[in-house]
């Protein structure tokens, strides 16, 4: 049973393989961009050709190659990358008899970030997707095709939601005495998720049997913020859900993304947070 990554040469790619290897589950990688590993395909997902390629003999698929922000591109080429690509994919995998496939979605699929906002918080499954910009309508776009890849064919998938995707260089940086900066805004809600958390969930997505495909969120226990929960939300005008502040009780700086459904269907949990992560080497390269 071989797996397929792709984007593997991207920062989360990069912490997927580790958990593949040191798992001991065979795959095979692919992104435009070279690699010296064995079995590795350059190539674009937009052309068949390379689509045929990747896929052939691949039993379940990781799928995180994408144009990663609206300044990664034009409003084209983002929706050519990101749909079409992701959509190449499927159709592949779909002939090829692939068995599972994961996707790499964003709490940008939502709109609740940027110029949005959530109807309530935490954010949940009941949040409604209202994307405002041309990388929150491509996550959208491929999650729906997805989704319809799962009802009408033998595909099982699974999406996943992350945020913001951390790891021990910017729990330095955040640990600064009165540092300011990004993600530490409205505007990405203070959510975070561990890079190797991140790539965790991702095994354990591919490995699992849910027949649900989601889509799942994926977050740290807590914010990425200094404040505690409770004071941010008093800063905004967005309703909470009635069983969130008692919960804040128990953990005052608790996660605004609820990721109980995950849990529950993945198995998967956080495990690091900025507060208490021990500072390594980080894994900054730029995908």
């Known amino acids: 049973m071989t797996w397929l990554i792709t984007g593997s040469e991207g920062r989360?790619?990069?912490?997927?393989?580790?958990?593949?290897?040191a798992n001991g589950v065979p795959f095979r990688t692919f992104d435009r961009v070279a690699?010296?590993?064995?079995?590795?395909?350059?190539?674009?997902?937009?052309?068949?050709?390379?689509?045929?390629?990747?896929?052939?003999?691949?039993?379940?698929?990781?799928?995180?190659a994408a144009l990663p922000s609206d300044s990664a591109g034009s409003p084209a080429e983002i929706l050519k990358s990101n749909v079409l690509g992701t959509i190449?994919?499927?159709?592949?995998?779909?002939?090829?008899?692939?068995?599972?496939?994961?996707?790499?979605?964003?709490?940008?699929?939502?709109?609740?970030?940027?110029?949005?906002?959530?109807?309530?918080?935490p954010v949940d499954a009941e949040q409604a997707a209202n994307p405002a910009s041309?990388?929150?309508?491509?996550?959208?776009?491929?999650?729906?095709?997805?989704?319809?890849?799962?009802?009408?064919?033998?595909?099982?998938?699974v999406i996943l939601r992350s945020p913001f995707i951390a790891d021990s260089g910017h729990y330095t940086t955040w640990r600064a005495p009165n540092f300011d900066g990004l993600?530490?805004?409205?505007?990405?809600?203070?959510?975070?998720?561990?890079?190797?958390?991140?790539?965790?969930?991702?095994?354990?997505a591919a490995g699992s049997r849910t027949t649900d495909p989601g889509p799942y969120l994926l977050s740290a226990e807590d914010t990425c913020?200094?404040?505690?929960?409770?004071?941010?939300?008093?800063?905004?005008?967005i309703p909470v859900r009635a069983d969130f502040d008692a919960s804040l009780a128990d953990d005052e700086n608790?996660?605004?993304?609820?990721?109980?459904?995950?849990?529950?269907a993945l198995g998967w949990r956080p495990t690091t947070t900025w507060r208490a992560a021990s500072i390594a080497p980080s894994d900054h390269a730029p995908h």
């Open 35 to 64: 690699s010296e590993r064995a079995g590795h395909i350059t190539g674009d997902l937009t052309n068949p050709d390379d689509a045929t390629a990747a896929v052939d003999g691949i039993d379940r698929v990781i799928h995180l």
């Open 183 to 204: 993600p530490r805004t409205m505007s990405e809600l203070f959510a975070y998720v561990d890079l190797d958390d991140c790539a965790r969930a991702f095994r354990l």
């Open 254 to 264: 608790r996660s605004l993304l609820d990721f109980a459904p995950t849990t529950a």
């Open 12 to 21: 989360l790619g990069r912490a997927v393989t580790r958990q593949l290897e």
């Open 225 to 237: 913020s200094a404040e505690p929960t409770r004071r941010l939300l008093d800063r905004w005008s």
């Open 88 to 121: 190449e994919l499927v159709e592949h995998a779909v002939r090829a008899g692939c068995g599972r496939f994961v996707y790499a979605s964003s709490i940008n699929a939502l709109g609740v970030t940027g110029v949005g906002q959530p109807d309530r918080l």
């Open 134 to 157: 041309p990388y929150q309508i491509s996550k959208r776009l491929a999650e729906e095709y997805l989704l319809y890849a799962h009802r009408a064919t033998a595909l099982e998938v």
